[in-house]
């Protein structure tokens, strides 16, 4: 193509604008900087207001549910559900349920009377005495016998006493540790800080860092050498606390500047002081560009417009639910206690929908915040690349943790919308087990894990299933082993076979995903395949998830005909058993007979040289086994002495004594031209190919080892002798010069993000804006100039099925151009009707470079 030359009249028209763009925005930088201070002020007074608006609101919420909570351990205990009081270990038991450090009633005259948990003093009870004489619920600071800050809970509720009078009240108590974490009160965050006190300034809740017992003390030392200024803040302070007013000012000592804001808080006698320090506000403004700005709005409106059609599809099926409950309740409008039962049905079915959106809501944000959060730094540290790489990195991560949130969200909704089926199809369980080992092992590499494949006794490679969500069983498995094994532990996936008398025509598929994990408690063991089921251990807190992917996996096998098990232990690991009754595909052609070579299959695990040997036996060969380094070479020696040689070893990489590679070498060294072709059976070739071969390892078999790998090895080895042998499973290069491909689009932006990453693959890539567009310029291209298809589904004027229907009608020889779908639509069915309109295969976005090059590679 000729490079375009520009007019000049354009370049100069150009330069001008650059430099008034330079110009205008340095004349903008240096007025901002300017005025930064008063801004900084008002962005601080802004941000105060809102913060401690909504630390208000959380504060509410969070007591309002403590003291709902402890309101149900009084009907426990008024035994509003029989004839006669709740007994104490039911209190207790509630109490316990609901996470409470201690439960006691709490008599007219003050007196505390412990059902279980450290005895507490009241800090000032005479107010806490009133309200709950006023039939108020109230909340009220103690300290334990062990002088420990708690945060009491009290409601009306009349119990009888162990002195024969009845209670005033039930009071719960939560350690104040708890009440600063859910007010965020003990965050790290240098941006703002903040304390509960009470009027004489002593703290009912602060921040650990804190070494003074009263905040009227902190104060003091801020203005350290200028008690005036001390005292008349907290006059002030104190002034406004007595009238029951806000009170917000800008405290200033010197080059220093702080934004105080205090108010009183609901269902006490307290007050949350919020400080906001300038200095961090000033470096956090003076970094942000308006490019990142851009970037940060558009991310969050993304967000918002997804949290907002996930949460009207739920309201769709919510409704529905609602409507069917009405439409019964009208039906069975005689049958009384049929109505009541249908009414508890809704009721928890609006539970679980609630307790849905408010897991999601978390799970959804807690990535976001990852993401926005580290947008952020990287735009204040754009002068420093390593950092700013670090921090892509972390949203990269981020992202796609996202993005398996958003899949888990969309299969439980068609899941319970019944809308999900099954693909069944001839597939090759070898091919699965190679998909699953190429995307596992970067995770377990970045972990430093050992992972093992294995596959022992295949009666059939070509079975009829989901592949697709088979896949997505195994890795949900995988990805949990993977993350729950600290690193350094081991991680291995299995699969065998065994036929099935009563059906001859299927056979019985295990699938066995084990690790040295931290495990599981038996009771947890029992829900782990419900939805938004995880353990609540502190083993596993800082550990990524939704809870959805067993309940997704379970619904999987259970749609496939499948069981599912687990067994585990704590801190000794878990391994989960699929069983799946699987029908066999058409058997393939007889394969061409090898050479009666003798092979020598050595390797530490019996059960694969066991399946070795049958596989190899069953080729025509003749085929022994050892499981170490040792008793080969005096096998090998012996069939040295009587000149009958192995043609074949079969060398595992991992051997008692030695490995495959050292023992590659003694073979060569022993028995230099005689020596037999070396194979050498390992996961990842990749890091040991120059060893190896300089070794005289002549080629390589991938696990798992099936019969159609090892036959596909032999094969190269009979027609291709000495050194020119091809490795048996290594990827050759993902590049494709010369290719053209034409990819159809309909957004610019996903267009320049396809261009972009798929360059390193070397395509010439054309674009095309919609169906209609590339059908014409595939029609109007000499026969053969395109090489394949990226076609999306979802466009304007001619979407991707009428496209391609239509270049399949074409009377042209190349007509049946490999075209492979690239779309969002990535469940079963969507694949399905993909192939259905004479795509010949399907790639789900976000794009994957290694993943295309695959799918290209294969057609290519």
């Known amino acids: 193509m000729k490079n375009i030359e520009l007019p000049r009249s354009l370049k100069i028209s150009t330069t001008i604008i650059i430099c008034l763009n330079i110009f205008v925005f340095l004349f903008l930088g240096i007025s901002i900087n300017n005025m930064s201070e008063s801004t900084i002020e008002n962005i601080g007074t802004a941000y105060m207001a809102g913060m401690n608006e909504q630390v208000s609101l959380h504060f509410e919420t969070i007591i309002d549910l403590r003291l709902t909570m402890a309101e149900s351990i009084a009907h426990i205990a008024a035994g509003e559900e029989h004839s006669d009081y709740g007994s104490k270990e039911e209190i207790e038991y509630g109490a316990r349920a609901r996470h409470f450090l201690?439960?006691?009633?709490?008599?007219?005259?003050?007196?505390?009377?412990?059902?279980?948990?450290?005895?507490?003093?009241?800090?000032?009870?005479?107010?806490?005495?009133?309200?709950?004489?006023?039939?108020?619920?109230?909340?009220?600071?103690?300290?334990?016998?062990?002088?420990?800050?708690?945060?009491?809970?009290?409601?009306?509720?009349?119990?009888?006493?162990?002195d024969g009078s009845d209670s005033l009240a039930i009071i719960v108590g939560l350690s104040s540790k708890y009440m600063g974490e859910v007010l965020f009160l003990d965050s790290d965050s240098s941006l703002i800080y903040s304390f509960v006190i009470r009027r004489d300034g002593s703290y009912v809740v602060r921040n650990t860092n804190g070494t003074h017992d009263n905040y009227f003390d902190r104060l003091s030392d801020i203005f350290d050498g200028q008690p005036e200024e001390a005292d008349y803040y907290i006059g002030q302070i104190a002034a406004a606390m007595n009238a029951d007013e806000d009170y917000s000012v800008i405290l200033k000592n010197g080059e220093s500047r702080r934004h105080l804001y205090c108010f009183s808080l609901p269902y006490c006698e307290w007050y949350l002081v919020t400080v906001l320090p300038f200095s961090g506000l000033d470096q956090a403004i003076s970094g942000m560009s308006s490019h990142w700005l851009v970037t940060v709005?558009?991310?969050?409106?993304?967000?918002?417009?997804?949290?907002?059609?996930?949460?009207?599809?739920?309201?769709?099926?919510?409704?529905?639910?609602?409507?069917?409950l009405k439409r019964m309740n009208e039906e069975m409008d005689a049958a009384r206690r049929a109505a009541e039962k249908a009414q508890k049905e809704a009721e928890r079915a609006n539970a679980a929908k609630q307790e849905f959106l408010s897991s999601m809501s978390h799970d959804i944000r807690t990535p976001m915040n990852a993401i926005i959060g580290m947008t952020a730094l990287a735009a204040n540290n754009t002068h420093n690349p390593e950092r700013t790489q670090e921090y892509l990195r972390k949203i990269t991560l981020s992202s796609k943790h996202l993005l398996g949130l958003i899949n888990d969200v969309l299969d439980i909704s068609k899941i319970e919308s019944g809308k999900m089926v099954l693909n069944v199809e001839p597939t090759s369980l070898r091919e699965v087990m190679d998909s699953i080992v190429n995307i596992m092992q970067p995770q377990v590499r970045a972990k430093n894990q050992l992972f093992n494949a294995v596959a022992y006794e295949i009666l059939s490679e070509d079975v009829c299933c989901d592949s697709v969500r088979l896949n997505q069983v195994l890795i949900n498995l995988l990805g949990n082993a993977v993350k729950f094994t600290p690193e350094g532990g081991t991680v291995q996936v299995s699969v065998y076979q065994e036929p099935l008398p009563e059906d001859t025509?299927?056979?019985?598929?295990?699938?066995?995903?084990?690790?040295?994990?931290?495990?599981?408690?038996?009771?947890?063991?029992?829900?782990?395949?419900?939805?938004?089921?995880?353990e609540d251990n502190t083993r596993v807190q800082k550990t990524e998830g939704s809870g959805l992917g067993m309940a997704i996996t379970k619904y999987i096998v259970d749609a496939m005909g499948g069981t599912i098990s687990v067994k585990s232990e704590q801190g000794r690991?878990?391994?989960?058993?699929?069983?799946?009754?699987?029908?066999?595909?058409?058997?393939?052609?007889?394969?061409?007979?090898?050479?009666?070579?003798?092979?020598?299959?050595?390797?530490?695990?019996?059960?694969?040289?066991?399946?070795?040997?049958?596989?190899?036996?069953?080729?025509?060969?003749?085929?022994?086994?050892?499981?170490?380094?040792?008793?080969?070479?005096?096998?090998?020696?012996?069939?040295?002495?009587?000149?009958?040689?192995?043609?074949?070893?079969?060398?595992?990489?991992?051997?008692?004594?030695?490995?495959?590679?050292?023992?590659?070498?003694?073979?060569?060294?022993?028995?230099?031209?005689?020596?037999?072709?070396?194979?050498?059976?390992?996961?990842?070739?990749?890091?040991?190919?120059?060893?190896a071969r300089a070794a005289g390892i002549t080629g390589f078999i991938s696990l798992p080892l099936f019969r159609s790998a090892l036959y596909d090895a032999l094969k190269v080895l009979a027609g291709t002798p000495g050194e020119e042998i091809a490795d048996a499973g290594k990827e050759n290069d993902l590049a494709f010069q010369g290719k053209h491909i034409l990819m159809a689009e309909d957004n610019e932006i996903?267009?320049?993000?396809?261009?972009?990453?798929?360059?390193?693959?070397?395509?010439?890539?054309?674009?095309?804006?919609?169906?209609?567009?590339c059908f014409e310029k595939f029609a109007n291209s000499p026969v053969g100039y395109y090489d394949a298809i990226l076609m999306d589904v979802r466009m304007p004027l001619m979407d991707g099925y009428e496209a391609t229907r239509a270049i399949r009608d074409l009377e042209r020889a190349d007509a049946d151009i490999p075209i492979i779908a690239m779309t969002a639509d990535a469940f079963s069915e969507d694949i399905q009707k993909c192939l259905d309109c004479g795509m010949d295969d399907h790639l789900a976005k976000p794009i994957d470079v290694q993943t295309v090059a695959r799918k290209l590679k294969k057609y290519l």
């Not at 782990?528 to 089921?533: A, E, L, V």
């Open 505 to 534: 025509s299927c056979v019985r598929t295990h699938f066995l995903v084990s690790d040295t994990g931290i495990g599981m408690s038996k009771e947890y063991q029992k829900e782990i395949f419900d939805s938004f089921s995880r």
């Open 102 to 162: 201690c439960a006691a009633l709490y008599s007219s005259d003050g007196d505390i009377e412990m059902i279980y948990g450290d005895p507490v003093e009241l800090n000032h009870p005479e107010p806490f005495l009133e309200s709950l004489q006023n039939g108020e619920r109230k909340v009220v600071s103690a300290v334990d016998s062990s002088g420990n800050s708690v945060i009491l809970f009290g409601v009306p509720c009349e119990y009888p006493m162990s």
């Open 297 to 324: 709005y558009a991310a969050s409106f993304a967000v918002i417009a997804m949290l907002l059609y996930i949460f009207f599809q739920y309201l769709k099926i919510f409704k529905n639910q609602v409507s069917e």
């Open 750 to 773: 996903n267009w320049e993000v396809a261009r972009e990453l798929l360059s390193v693959l070397e395509l010439d890539l054309d674009w095309v804006e919609n169906g209609q567009i």
């Open 573 to 691: 690991g878990s391994e989960f058993h699929v069983v799946l009754d699987l029908a066999k595909a058409a058997e393939q052609e007889a394969e061409p007979v090898l050479p009666a070579w003798k092979v020598l299959v050595v390797d530490e695990d019996e059960r694969l040289c066991s399946s070795a040997v049958h596989f190899l036996n069953a080729m025509g060969l003749h085929a022994e086994w050892c499981l170490s380094a040792e008793p080969a070479m005096g096998l090998i020696a012996d069939r040295h002495q009587q000149n009958d040689d192995y043609q074949v070893i079969l060398l595992g990489w991992k051997l008692p004594g030695m490995n495959g590679i050292e023992a590659a070498r003694e073979i060569r060294l022993k028995y230099k031209e005689s020596s037999p072709a070396l194979l050498l059976a390992a996961l990842d070739w990749s890091g040991m190919e120059a060893e």
